[in-house]
């Protein structure tokens, strides 16, 4: 039997990946390192994510709740819970102030519904023990054993927990975001529970479906018929679906949404991989011309030379690959759970093999890779064997030159003639840098951003203190000043939107607009909304009722600059007269100093300073470590792409440099020569490409916004862009010297081995 020979261009790989070891390792590690960051994430989303989601029958999660304005009598329920198949519970919470200025909701011990899970310590079984949130004891430094004062009563800390129904900590449902600093959520023992008065209760009903398995349409419909069924019966303060619970629903959203973003950052960035690997790969066929038109005359296929110029690149990134899932599987994945756990508050998890995960991280990139060098290689490999011995690496007959004026200086032409010859390489080296540039332009703008939400907040405020009444009461205080307020609906969005009804002789209103009171059938709304909907002046912005359905529709008069809510601004007297409500209503006071001689039974609740800006302080708390993250993450991308390909210039043009060393050039004239080359294509692309990551963060922040209640106004402070310059620059003067002492390494005898 005859023995097959082996391919004699496999011994050729091993030899390649020496010679350019430098280059092969440093997009291993890019790759390395891009593969295992997106492949911890996508394992930890993927573990907490199926925590969360079996978290709903494993602790029997409420389907809704609904409070009511007085507590039920015994047997209210019987026949709601036979008509629609459903078990409703009490949950009944009170909320005090603790010792530090924050707020504590208090339950008592649950057995039934929204079950707690445990994760350190020991539930409270006695007088004065009480068991908090995990994160919140977290970020208070907390810890079990410790006494906390709730409404001037001390408590020992025994155990930390979470409470399923608060995998968000948020205090309110129209909050536009979480406080997980300033809020928590905590379980006392029956015999403390119970000695809490009736005018700080909040009567909480709990509801979950005999059927687990009912659809989301068929879970709406169900919610809608027991709301219409309670309103005919009981006065209904609070009602709210599972999926409108942003205290359940925000985690998983916003969990399944990150996982897009990052496998998206992950394909763009195997993408400029890609077409790195492809260029360098271009550069080294053209170098070895006339070898491959020697083996194309001895009988290989372009089958055979594709397939080895093709191997090493993919080998590289497979083994990155596998490497970097290792790490990702192992390192990365408890310090993304780690990021996860410091934002919300989940049960406990266990490490699911995610063959989705996989799926992404390695075997999609792979194919990226792969699609990307066989477009671009197979092209530069369809020449004649001819014309590769001749060096004749273009498919045109003749060599398009571009003439340039003779004004120009020698040194400019020369310098512009190198670019030419290279297009290729430096619209990668383009693209490259928009792609960071977006990564650095995100790092960079979120803490100015939030910085600018907090002052642009504060600055535009109707009051320091902000009322909200249970029933109306009057005070003493006459610079306090009543006004109308309503939660309603945007149509068709479903967002909540506050909706003001303002004196017309208000003082607190002209903190924020020189502008009247507008006329029935007009409204002002904030800019937020105007941002959000598109929603111009002179449009019509229509709002609904939540538990009716009722809609309200008014001609935007202007939009002004009330960054704290979405909202609508009426006259007090077309408030009444929209909403249906009897002369001289109201549902708070404005003030800028505290009421004292307010009864506490009367207030719903008080927003202050705090509460206008703890959207800003949680991102800040949950995600601020990621924004240095990704600010390095496109500095290292710019400096490997500006390193990588402008090594890839010199290299091409070894043969002209070490001519012009025989000529008697230096090595600082000739990099000159070339090192400014690329110094300009840097520095136009970091020009260029400055307004153009501008337009796309504007583009992919309004998605990040879209599915947040509320808005953050897009801002880029004007320093942002000096400092993406300044790294820019800073980048390419360490890369540029070290190609520098490249150019000192070239050899004359490099001009005497090429022979015509």
């Given at each position: 039997m005859e023995k097959k020979v082996k391919n004699p261009l496999r011994k050729r790989l091993l030899r390649e990946l020496k010679q350019d070891f430098g280059k092969y390792l440093v997009v291993f590690g890019f790759i390395f390192a891009t593969i295992a960051m997106v492949s911890g994430f996508l394992v930890s989303d993927v573990s907490l994510k199926t925590a969360y989601d079996e978290s709903f029958a494993k602790y029997n999660v409420e389907d809704g709740h609904f409070t009511l304005f007085m507590p039920a009598e015994k047997g209210f329920f019987e026949d709601m819970e036979k008509l629609y198949k459903v078990k409703v519970s009490e949950n009944f919470y009170a909320d005090f102030e603790t010792d530090g200025g924050n707020?504590?909701?208090l339950y008592r011990m649950r057995s039934d519904v929204n079950r707690t899970d445990?994760?350190?310590?020991?539930?409270?079984a006695t007088l004065g023990e009480i068991a908090i949130d995990r994160l919140y004891a977290e970020n208070n430094s907390i810890a079990i054993g410790d006494f906390i004062t709730v409404k001037r009563r001390r408590f020992q800390v025994t155990g930390l927990v979470a409470l399923t129904d608060y995998s968000a900590l948020f205090k309110n449902n129209t909050d536009m975001m979480f406080d997980a600093n300033q809020f928590t959520v905590a379980l006392v023992s029956d015999i403390d529970f119970n000695v809490i008065q009736n005018k700080d209760l909040k009567f909480c009903y709990s509801w979950v479906n005999d059927?687990?398995?009912?659809?989301?349409e068929e879970c709406r419909d169900k919610a809608e018929d027991i709301m219409h069924w309670l309103a005919e019966r009981a006065v209904i303060t609070d009602f709210l679906k599972r999926e409108d619970n942003q205290a359940i629903s925000f985690t998983g959203t916003d969990m399944g949404s990150d996982k897009g973003m990052?496998?998206?950052?992950?394909?763009?960035?195997?993408?400029?991989?890609?077409?790195?690997?492809?260029?360098?790969?271009?550069?080294?066929?053209?170098?070895?011309?006339?070898?491959?038109g020697t083996l194309r005359a001895s009988g290989y296929s372009r089958g055979e030379l594709l397939r080895h110029y093709i191997a090493l690149p993919i080998i590289v990134s497979l083994v990155a690959a596998v490497v970097g899932n290792i790490l990702g599987y192992t390192v990365l994945k408890e310090y993304f759970a780690a990021l996860y756990l410091h934002s919300y508050s989940l049960t406990k998890y266990r490490t699911v093999w995610s063959a989705e995960a996989f799926w992404l991280t390695t075997v999609v990139p792979i194919v990226i890779l792969l699609a990307v060098n066989l477009i671009v290689i197979s092209r530069k490999l369809r020449l004649s064997p001819l014309k590769f011995l001749r060096s004749e690496l273009t498919s045109s007959d003749k060599k398009r030159v571009i003439h340039l004026p003779h004004k120009i200086g020698f040194l400019t032409r020369f310098r512009l003639r190198v670019i030419f010859q290279n297009m290729s390489t430096y619209v990668t080296l383009f693209v490259g840098i928009l792609l960071a540039n977006v990564l650095l332009l995100f790092g960079l703008m979120m803490a100015p951003l939030m910085d600018n939400f907090r002052e642009t907040v504060l600055d535009s405020k109707l009051s320091n203190y902000q009322y909200v009444l249970k029933a109306p009461v009057s005070t003493s205080d006459l610079k306090a000043e009543k006004y109308c307020l309503t939660q309603l609906q945007d149509e068709p969005s479903g967002e909540e939107?506050?909706?003001y009804g303002i004196s017309p002789d208000s003082e607190y209103f002209r903190n924020i607009t020189h502008l009247a009171i507008p006329a029935d059938g007009e409204a002002y709304i904030s800019e937020g909304y105007m941002q959000k909907y598109g929603i111009e002046a002179g449009e019509n912005v229509t709002v609904k009722e939540k538990y009716t359905g009722k809609t309200h529709s008014f001609r935007v008069k202007e939009v002004i600059n009330y960054p704290a809510a979405l909202s609508v601004f009426l006259s007090d007297d077309a408030f009444r007269k929209s909403f249906e409500k009897e002369d001289g209503y109201y549902t708070g006071y404005f003030s800028?100093?505290?009421?004292s001689d307010i009864p506490d039974a009367y207030i719903a609740s008080v927003i202050t300073e705090h509460d206008l800006v703890v959207i800003a302080d949680q991102l800040d708390d949950s995600m601020g470590v990621v924004f240095p993250i990704m600010g390095g993450f496109a500095t290292l991308l710019y400096m490997l792409m500006i390193y990588m390909l402008s090594k890839l210039v010199l290299e091409k043009n070894a043969h002209s440099i070490s001519m012009t060393k025989i000529l008697g050039y230096s090595g600082r004239e000739i990099g000159k020569l070339y090192i400014s080359s690329t110094a300009w294509v840097v520095m136009i692309s970091l020009v260029v490409t400055l307004p153009v990551a501008a337009f796309l963060m504007r583009w992919i922040y309004g998605l990040f916004m879209a599915r947040m209640h509320g808005w953050l106004t897009?801002?880029?402070?004007?320093?942002?862009y000096g400092k993406m310059l300044a790294i820019g620059v800073s980048s390419y003067l360490v890369i540029g010297s070290l190609q520098y002492l490249r150019i000192r390494k070239i050899p004359m005898g490099e001009a005497l081995k090429i022979n015509e």
């Open positions: 707020t504590a909701r445990l994760w350190e310590g020991d539930y409270p059927d687990r398995t009912l659809s989301d990052i496998t998206a950052m992950l394909y763009v960035t195997m993408v400029v991989m890609a077409f790195i690997f492809a260029v360098t790969t271009s550069s080294t066929i053209e170098r070895e011309a006339r070898v491959i939107v506050m909706v800028d100093v505290k009421l897009f801002f880029v402070a004007p320093a942002t």
